[in-house]
């Protein structure tokens, strides 16, 4: 949705909910967004509510039918939005042994290879070995556009999903 192309939409039918709690939303989207999706149908509060995927509406009859629902005060969620919402998920920092937990919380602490040598007194090919672990069991393969060890120490912290 105009103008950034981006979440503007979802935000918007988030803010609208907020504001007038017994207005019915329908968002129409390219793609799930997990946060926004969770949001709009926990803030339901009675009235109707939909999460459609543009590209998954087959028939106007079927997205007629899907506004009439959620006018009437009913919910429509398309099947995908269901899935992701209701997928377990795990948490990437399970995978990690506990010397490697133990070399991403020094990471996290900006220790250098070097200084996380000297605090667990393990050689520098070691270090090297676990940091590689800890970034692939965190499904963080090389790329030109991010910094993987940035990366780890934000799945570390909660703040970010890898």
Known sequence: ???????????????????????????LSQYVQRSYAADLLAGGG???V????KDRIGHVEEFLAA?????AGGTVVDPEVVRLLLA???????????????????????CSNAEICRRLT???????????????????????DTHRRVLAVLAYLGGEEP
């Not at 506004?67 to 006018?71: E, Q």
């Not at 998920?89 to 990471?107: G, I, N």
């Open 88 to 110: 377990r998920r795990r948490d990437p920092l399970e995978r990690l042994t506990p010397r490697e937990r133990e070399v991403l919380e020094l990471m996290a602490r900006g």
């Open 1 to 27: 949705m105009p103008p950034g192309l981006a979440d503007e939409g979802l935000r918007a039918a988030l803010r609208l909910r907020a504001e007038r709690p017994g207005l019915p939303v329908l968002v």
């Open 67 to 71: 506004v009439d629902t959620v006018a």
């Open 122 to 144: 393990v050689s520098e090919a070691a270090t090297a070995k676990h940091i590689g672990n800890i970034l692939l069991k965190l499904d963080l393969p090389p790329a030109e």
């Open 50 to 53: 939909g999460y459609l995927l």
């Open 46 to 48: 009675g009235a109707g």
